[in-house]
């Protein structure tokens, strides 16, 4: 070892994917991770026709809101697991000391908290929109909406998650971190689909959530490799 | 507010005075013609909860050094560790690699280090050359031909490859992070008690690898309240750090 082997570089792609792979093995083998965010979902969709009665109109008119907050909720209640358990037995120590830039590992992570929360709740949801005698017209904006709005919901997020991990009760505060940054996906996503609703365009109202995803998608995984590093000092 | 004393360096043996640094000795002067340390550190100040754990730290490291840090429990070795690792901020001071600052030639220092902490970052959902396979490709040291099977029978787990750790014990825990050490390429080891955990046969085996490692140009840095066994007292240069419990105003 007097000349040591430099050690091959693995390309972005093949990190992305090592790291995307792993986190997706371990949510299946731990299926409360995928099953939890997505049953709170159901249940706080279904609860409110009990609640309020079943008057479609009254339905409809509130629909749009009550998916998207109770999906707000279901993906904050999921943030949790993004870096707890891997700080908590030191993988998270071992991935900030490896050779990769963080920000790659950072980005599958997210991208693999996304497919088990984000993508679950984007194909039941139009199931719910049924229940809640969803506006027929409005049906594209909501999937379109959550496509664009769940992913900068989990980028976001990372960023609150990586800021308290090392906290030992950060679940309170990173309520309080996140669900501010949430509030403009809310107000575009639910007012995008009311639009479609009168029949009018909402393209504009989708540009600024994709303008949102896109700002998140390239400034999120840094955030959120500053944001570790200071949270293992 | 904190105690100003200066905690000492002692080094075990005359010859290895140039090595480990008491306080502000400029380590040129000693080591005109000496290759530069693979590792050092300078002027290192720790301060955790308000109290100070060490201060003005001057370490270096060469190439085929084995290092004990030493000391009570909570007298900072876990902390002078990760700051070496680059894990943790000092206080005050720096570390240096080859030279550089650690912070400004990450990802160069990174391939060389292999930093093993007390936790063993072993997950409970994957088996054991899952574990393996996954850390060996995160570090980039191996390619895909590497016999993951072999090298967990090199640390007496063969039979458990396929479970998943959440079923292994603690001891088989740490066994799946350091086999991470049959196949390192990295010079620098810096190991946070790996003998926890470890029963007799292990250690001997470990430090029979740290032996090795060290022949052939890397260096050591480990915590232990174990004595090195097979190595000489005049092998391993010690860092001790003393624990005060009063942190008294001036």
Request: contains cysteine; negative net charge; aromatic residues 6%.
């Given at each position: 070892?007097?000349?040591?082997?430099?050690?091959?570089?693995?390309?972005y792609?093949?990190?992305?994917?090592?790291v995307?792979?792993?986190?997706?093995?371990?949510?299946?083998?731990?299926?409360?991770?995928?099953?939890?965010p997505?049953?709170?979902?159901?249940?706080?969709?279904?609860?409110?026709?009990?609640?309020?009665?079943?008057?479609?109109?009254?339905?409809?008119?509130?629909?749009?809101?009550?998916?998207?907050?109770?999906?707000?909720?279901?993906?904050?209640?999921?943030?949790?697991?993004?870096?707890?358990?891997?700080?908590?037995d030191?993988?998270?120590?071992?991935?900030?000391?490896?050779?990769?830039?963080?920000?790659?590992?950072?980005?599958?992570?997210?991208?693999?908290?996304?497919?088990?929360?984000?993508?679950?709740?984007?194909?039941?949801?139009?199931?719910?929109?049924?229940?809640?005698?969803?506006?027929?017209?409005?049906?594209?904006?909501?999937?379109?909406?959550?496509?664009?709005?769940?992913?900068?919901?989990?980028?976001?997020?990372?960023?609150?998650?990586?800021?308290?991990?090392?906290?030992?009760?950060?679940?309170?505060?990173?309520s309080?971190?996140?669900?501010?940054?949430?509030?403009?996906?809310?107000?575009?996503?639910?007012?995008?689909?009311?639009t479609?609703?009168?029949g009018?365009?909402?393209?504009?109202?989708?540009?600024?959530?994709?303008?949102?995803?896109?700002?998140?998608?390239?400034?999120?995984?840094?955030?959120?490799?500053?944001?570790?590093?200071?949270?293992?000092? | 507010?904190?105690?100003?004393?200066?905690?000492?360096?002692?080094p075990?043996?005359?010859?290895?005075?140039?090595?480990?640094?008491?306080?502000?000795?400029?380590?040129?002067?000693?080591?005109?013609?000496?290759?530069?340390?693979?590792?050092s550190?300078?002027?290192?100040?720790?301060?955790?909860?308000?109290?100070?754990?060490f201060d003005?730290?001057?370490?270096?490291?060469?190439?085929?050094?084995?290092?004990?840090?030493?000391?009570?429990?909570?007298?900072?070795k876990?902390?002078?560790?990760?700051?070496l690792?680059?894990?943790?901020?000092?206080?005050?001071?720096?570390?240096?690699?080859?030279?550089?600052?650690?912070?400004?030639?990450?990802?160069?220092?990174?391939q060389?280090?292999?930093?093993?902490?007390?936790?063993?970052?072993?997950?409970?959902?994957?088996?054991?050359?899952?574990?393996?396979?996954?850390?060996?490709?995160?570090?980039?040291?191996?390619?895909?031909?590497?016999?993951?099977?072999?090298?967990?029978?090199?640390?007496?787990?063969?039979?458990?490859?396929?479970?998943?750790?959440?079923?292994?014990?603690?001891?088989?825990?740490?066994?799946?992070?350091?086999?991470?050490?049959?196949?390192?390429?990295?010079?620098?080891?810096?190991?946070?008690?790996?003998?926890?955990?470890?029963?007799?046969?292990?250690?001997?085996?470990?430090?029979?690898?740290?032996?090795?490692?060290?022949?052939?140009?890397?260096?050591?840095?480990?915590?232990?309240?174990?004595?090195?066994?097979?190595?000489?007292e005049?092998?391993?240069?010690?860092?001790?750090?003393?624990?005060?419990?009063?942190?008294?105003?001036?």
């Amino acid at each position: 070892m007097n000349q040591p082997k430099t050690p091959h570089n693995l390309s972005y792609r093949s990190v992305f994917s090592l790291v995307l792979k792993r986190d997706l093995t371990i949510a299946l083998r731990h299926k409360d991770d995928i099953i939890n965010p997505i049953l709170f979902f159901i249940i706080v969709v279904t609860l409110f026709p009990l609640g309020i009665g079943p008057e479609a109109q009254t339905l409809s008119r509130i629909a749009p809101g009550i998916i998207w907050v109770a999906a707000l909720l279901a993906t904050l209640l999921s943030l949790d697991r993004l870096f707890k358990s891997d700080h908590s037995d030191g993988s998270l120590e071992q991935m900030l000391l490896s050779p990769q830039p963080i920000f790659i590992l950072v980005l599958a992570k997210i991208v693999a908290h996304w497919i088990i929360t984000g993508l679950p709740l984007i194909l039941i949801a139009p199931l719910l929109a049924v229940l809640l005698h969803f506006n027929e017209q409005s049906y594209g904006a909501l999937m379109l909406t959550l496509l664009l709005g769940t992913p900068v919901l989990s980028l976001l997020g990372a960023i609150g998650v990586a800021l308290t991990v090392g906290i030992k009760k950060g679940g309170v505060l990173l309520s309080l971190l996140v669900l501010p940054l949430y509030i403009p996906v809310l107000i575009f996503a639910t007012s995008a689909i009311d639009t479609a609703a009168l029949g009018l365009p909402y393209s504009g109202q989708l540009a600024i959530i994709a303008a949102l995803f896109f700002g998140s998608l390239t400034l999120a995984p840094f955030a959120v490799g500053a944001a570790l590093k200071v949270s293992t000092n | 507010m904190y105690r100003n004393k200066k905690r000492e360096l002692i080094p075990l043996s005359a010859t290895n005075t140039d090595n480990v640094n008491v306080d502000s000795t400029p380590i040129e002067s000693e080591q005109v013609n000496m290759p530069p340390p693979l590792l050092s550190a300078t002027n290192l100040t720790c301060i955790r909860e308000e109290r100070l754990l060490f201060d003005q730290l001057t370490i270096a490291i060469n190439a085929g050094d084995i290092v004990q840090v030493e000391g009570p429990n909570g007298s900072g070795k876990t902390s002078l560790l990760r700051i070496l690792a680059g894990l943790s901020q000092p206080y005050e001071g720096e570390v240096l690699f080859n030279e550089h600052a650690i912070a400004t030639c990450r990802e160069e220092f990174h391939q060389h280090l292999l930093y093993l902490g007390h936790l063993p970052g072993v997950k409970g959902e994957m088996s054991a050359q899952e574990n393996l396979a996954f850390n060996l490709a995160l570090h980039g040291a191996s390619d895909k031909s590497i016999n993951t099977e072999a090298t967990l029978a090199e640390v007496n787990l063969t039979g458990f490859e396929d479970s998943l750790a959440s079923h292994l014990s603690a001891g088989q825990h740490r066994r799946i992070s350091l086999a991470r050490l049959y196949q390192s390429n990295a010079r620098i080891w810096i190991l946070d008690e790996p003998f926890t955990a470890i029963d007799k046969q292990g250690v001997h085996a470990l430090e029979q690898l740290f032996k090795a490692h060290i022949a052939k140009g890397g260096c050591v840095v480990l915590t232990t309240h174990q004595d090195l066994l097979t190595f000489s007292e005049q092998q391993v240069k010690k860092i001790t750090l003393d624990y005060t419990f009063d942190s008294y105003d001036e």
